[in-house]
Structures are given as C-alpha cells and as structure tokens.
C-alpha cells in the first residue's frame, strides 16, 4: 500500500510538474503571439493607409510596425525586411531619400541571406531603390538596380510574364528622359506585346501605351508608325469611353502636335478644336 501511495504521489506531482510548465510556457508564448498580430495588424494598417494616400498616417504606422518587428522577431527575418522596405517607400513618396535608402538597402540584404538573390522579393527591393533614384533624375544609379530587378523577374517568372512589364516601362521613361528614344522604343514595344497577350489588343491600358510610343516614335523621325499607334490608341479609347471623354482629348492634343510638326496644319487644327471642345464640355 505503501508502494502505491508513493506511487500515486509521484504521478500527482509530475501532473503538477507538467502542467505548471505548460502554464509556464503558454505565459512566455502569449506575449510573442500577441507580439506578432500587433505586428501583421500594423503591416497591414501600413499598407492600407498607402494605398489611400494617406502618407502621413501610414509613416506613423510603418514607424511602429518596423519597431515591434525588431522587438519581435529574430535579427535577419524577413518580417523585419517587409516593414523596412514598406517604410521606405513611405520616406521616398515624401521625398526623405537619405531615410528610405538605408532601409532598402537593409531589406535587400536580409533578403539575399534569408531567401537567395534571385528570389522576386529581392526584385521588388531592387525595383524600389531603382524608382528612388529616378525620382531624383539619377539615371544612372537607377539604371542597374531596373536591370537587374527585370533579370531576376525574367529568370523566375519567364521573359513574356505580366510581372515583367512595370520595370520594361521603367527603363523605358528612364532612356526617354534622358531623350535616348531609340533605346527607350524597345522597352515599350516589348512591354506593350507583353500587355497585348495579356489583356487582349482592345484593352484601354494598352492606349496609353501606344501614345507614349507613337510620340517616341514622332520624334525619331519614324512618322508612319507614330501615326499609326496614335489612331489605333484613339480608336481603343473612343470604344471604351466614348468620343467626348477627356482621355479622347488628351491622345488628340498628342495627334495635333504631330501634325503640325510634320506640315499637316489643317488636320492638326481640327483636332486642336475637338479637343478644346471635349474640354469645355468637361468645364460646364
């Protein structure tokens, strides 16, 4: 009996034992649990005040998402990069490049080290250093960082992937501020072929695309071909909005300009009219 009563003593005092180590344990995961909702609620604030445009709040928010990342997880996560990065591109819209190109530069390499250097979040970081600099007209510091943004999105997601087409247009308008327009045209034609098998050949987004380049293409000289991207642009707009929108006005000024630039006077006046028109339709 004494046997037994020792016995059932030793199993009431493990059961203690073990259940005071679970409580234990559940008091010190509760903390980093909760720790890291208030992290992914803060993320998430961050980004949805972004996309509002609501910059000032969203600084705010990213300022404290990034401090419980730190607190939280472990140096080196990539939850710590997301909020670096996401912060960054806060600091940038407000034109605080000396803030955001360190956090860039500190999610890139947590990036690198935690998932590889040709991994799409690498490209992402990469893709964002690249806008701060041409925000500031640093062409070419952007430049490499757009190159080899498109290099790892290429090699992941496949040349003609939709993932490609943003930093094709990017080194695009990069070449044609800087008036390379003949190596601007191959950026924008390649993207606009991506769109085409994308969206299909009637899709609004795809006229915006066909003005830039037809006016790449006026100023090369190359006149049959600007006319023709301009009317196709045109025609897409016309049957998605109708003929008095005033996206119909923007892509006829466009016209116009071209016209009286290659001596066709009366047919750039008559598009000026139109235009002026759809304008004070607008105004009323």
């Known amino acids: ?30 903390p980093a ?41 472990p140096s080196g996560n990539t939850r710590i990069a997301d909020s670096m990065n996401l912060l960054g ?5 407000y034109g605080r490049y000396a803030e955001a190109e ?4 500190q999610a890139l390499t947590i990036y690198k080290e935690s998932l590889g250097s040709d991994h799409p979040s690498v490209a992402k970081v990469l893709y964002e250093i690249a806008e701060m600099f041409l925000l500031q007209d640093k062409y070419a510091e952007a430049e490499p960082f757009y190159k080899q943004s498109l290099g790892i999105y290429e090699q992941v997601f496949g040349p003609d992937h939709p993932g490609v087409v943003n930093v094709l247009n990017r080194l ?46 006026y100023y090369q000289g190359e006149n049959m071909m600007a006319e023709s991207l301009y009317k196709q642009a045109l025609e897409i707009y ?14 006829l000024e ?25 304008y004070s339709n607008y105004q009323q």
């Open 102 to 105: 360190p956090l860039f530069h």
């Open 238 to 251: 016309e049957k998605e909005y109708g003929k008095d929108h005033p996206l119909i006005a923007t892509i």
């Open 254 to 278: 466009k016209m116009a300009d071209f016209y009286e630039g290659t001596g066709r006077k009366n047919e750039a006046k008559q598009l000026r009219e139109r235009a002026k028109k759809i």
């Open 1 to 30: 009996m004494v046997t037994i009563g020792n016995s059932m003593k030793h199993l009431r005092l493990c059961g203690t034992k073990v259940f005071f180590i679970l409580v234990l344990f559940g008091a010190c995961a509760l």
């Open 89 to 93: 591109i806060l600091y940038r819209t």
């Open 172 to 217: 695009g308008e990069l070449y044609q501020d800087q008036k390379k327009y003949a190596e601007a045209i191959p950026f924008y034609k390649r993207a606009l072929a991506i769109e085409e098998k994308t969206v299909g050949s009637g899709h609004p987004d795809l006229a915006s695309a066909m003005n830039n380049l037809a006016t790449l293409y």
């Open 33 to 73: 649990y909760t720790q890291e909702n208030s992290w992914k609620e803060l993320n998430d604030k961050t980004t949805s005040l972004l996309q509002k445009k609501r910059y000032a709040d969203a600084i705010k928010a990213g300022e404290e998402a990034l401090k419980v990342a730190k607190n939280t997880f």
